[in-house]
């Protein structure tokens, strides 16, 4: 079945370094992907997604590209804050004619950032 | 739009006890899932609404679990008879339809009820 596979934690950077967290997955058709982050006491957040092939999805200076060729969707930030410290998460959402489609996720990435 | 919302935030319960939750979709969006997320783990899909339908459930809902959508509005996720596994993070989504055969909505995700079974 469908499987999303992430870095496994916990990451620790210090501030102002690239940041990489590596997520493939295993899907049929063309799935949706996303990361989500969960900050200490939040719910979880969609950071940002790619719907298709080639696709880079970027937000709040983090981005991630689709590449079906390697099914992989690895999110990289150039300069990473303490406020980035969270739990992140790969998903994909596999292609439905509805478009509604559950999420499956990754087992999450902690990340720390030391000032 | 006030998000998702979830009641309550947290539940202690004693093993063999029905608990409830409830679920506040953001307001016109039609389609609603239920999470579970265990420590350290991913979230998991339980189930799905659209409108007041339940469409899809997955294996992981036992016979213990049941969810409704009443008025097509909030949602309860009622668990009897609950056991210590049971314990974990429940999380709701809630997402407006996108054009069929295009990419899949954005689910927007509430806080969680987190459940203790004692």
């Known amino acids: 079945g469908d499987s999303v596979t992430q870095m496994e934690g916990p990451v620790t950077l210090s501030e102002e370094a690239f940041l990489t967290i590596n997520c493939t997955y295993t899907a049929t058709g063309y799935p949706s992907l996303f990361w989500y982050v969960q900050y200490p006491g939040e719910g979880l957040q969609l950071l940002l997604k790619a719907t298709k092939a080639d696709d880079k999805g970027s937000n709040k200076g983090f981005e991630a590209t689709y590449r079906k060729e390697t099914t992989s969707f690895h999110l990289e930030k150039g300069s990473v804050q303490v406020s980035d410290s969270a739990v992140y998460f790969c998903?994909?959402?596999?292609?439905?004619?509805?478009?509604?489609?559950?999420?499956?996720f990754g087992s999450g990435t902690r990340l720390s950032i030391r000032p | 739009d006030t998000g998702v919302s979830q009641d309550p935030r947290h539940k202690i319960t004693k093993r063999g006890q029905n608990v409830t939750f409830r679920c506040d979709p953001i307001?016109?969006?039609?389609?609603l899932y239920w999470y579970r997320q265990t420590l350290g783990q991913g979230p998991e899909f339980l189930t799905y609404?659209?409108?007041?339908?339940?469409?899809?459930k997955s294996r992981l809902l036992s016979d213990r679990f049941s969810a409704e959508r009443p008025k097509g509005s909030f949602s309860t996720l009622e668990i009897q008879r609950t056991e210590q596994g049971d314990s974990a993070m429940y999380l709701c989504?809630?997402?407006?339809?996108?054009?069929?055969?295009?990419?899949?909505?954005?689910?927007?995700f509430g806080p969680g009820t987190r459940l203790l079974v004692l």
């Open positions: 609404f659209q409108n007041e339908a339940q469409l899809e």
């Open positions: 307001s016109e969006h039609n389609r």
């Open positions: 998903a994909l959402s596999p292609y439905t004619l509805s478009s509604a489609s559950k999420i499956i």
């Open positions: 989504a809630s997402s407006l339809p996108g054009l069929a055969g295009g990419p899949t909505e954005t689910q927007y």
